[in-house]
């Protein structure tokens, strides 16, 4: 269980006058609990079948509603963490227990779940934890109308209220344990942007770059204790005018000249890291070298520009203004970076824009990027998380910020 994520929950509760709190994203369940769910993590029409739920009262356990198949992985992970299981349509019996005649019939497991029998699980907890009634938060902008109407079945004398923005405040300050699972995960991507921009040869496709990440990805963690946790990747590249960021993108194959841009990171025990840098095939237009000089001398003054006190939207100005004023006066960028933490969609709130009026805090990781996806020139990224310290911002990425030639 995360002491700290649900001492900061029932203080927010509290101070509020709520009941408690129930948990639904993955990444909510997660960090909660310390348990990463592979059902509701990787497949989505499993949401609402794993909940986390946090009374406001602190005498009272966190709980953790989750089907019988995966009630061991989640006692390991949270043995502070009471657990209210259901069955799933998968036998667990073993083999000598399937042998033995019954004396009575067997109950049939559910084709995937009872709802019936969830619905009693979620009404006991309920319950138990004193938040049957009054006012109780959960991610009412997140959840599905499944799981809304599940609880407002078994609770229906509570007042359900949105505590969307809250957890994802608490959640932006990092802990150094939160902080080495990032900065892990960006080592472990830049060996995957490499081991690709090493491996480019003539014709290849934005398809074939991924598999080169993925490549360069799998090999370095094998045998590696370094990168243990790690669960899955991602990678957005782009090659030469081609910018689009879907898996069908077309080209006519890298040829020299070609940008080659990528935008990836990976999982470390649940912790998404977010990175880019961009190559050049052969050689790089003059262009091109105009474009990059200025969107990187941006992206540098704004990681510059982070520290304690100073105000986000602040940054954004700076960047922009560096871009308007050399050359680009037209460029539109709707925000420069974001928070990034355990969402599977890497981008979290606050978003480094123009009307942020919140300021930074010692432990906060950013995302910071100044990307251009421009198809005459090609698509450009230098992007780096960084870590607000007392200091000013320690920047986590260490592949050069240059604009090279492969």
Known sequence: MNVHAVGAIRAALQSRGLAGYIAYTPSSVFYVTGFRSYFVSEWWRMHGTVLAFVPADESQPVTLLVSDFEAGTAADAAPEVALSTYRLWVDLSTAEQMAVRPDAGVPLRPEQWDDAEVDRRVSEVLAGLGMAAGSVATELGHMNGATSARLRRCAPDATWVDFTDEVYAIRLVKQEWEIDRLRRGVELSEAGMSYAAGHLEKGMTAQDVRALYQVGVAQETVGNQRYHGYSDNWVLPTVGGTTSAGYGAVSAGLQPGDLVKF???????????????????????????????????????????????????????????????NGYPTFNRGHIGHSIGIDSFHEEPPYLGPACRQTFEVGMVFAVEVPTYTPDVGAMMVEDLVVVREGGAEVLHRLSHDLIVV
């Open 263 to 325: 935008d990836c990171g990976v999982t470390i025990g649940g912790y998404r890291s977010d990175g880019g840098r961009t190559f050049a095939f052969g050689h790089a237009s003059d262009a091109a070298r105009r474009l990059y000089d200025v969107v990187a001398r941006a992206q540098e003054i704004a990681r510059s520009a982070i520290a304690p006190g100073v105000v986000i939207g602040d940054v954004y100005r700076a960047a922009m203004d560096h871009v308007h004023a």
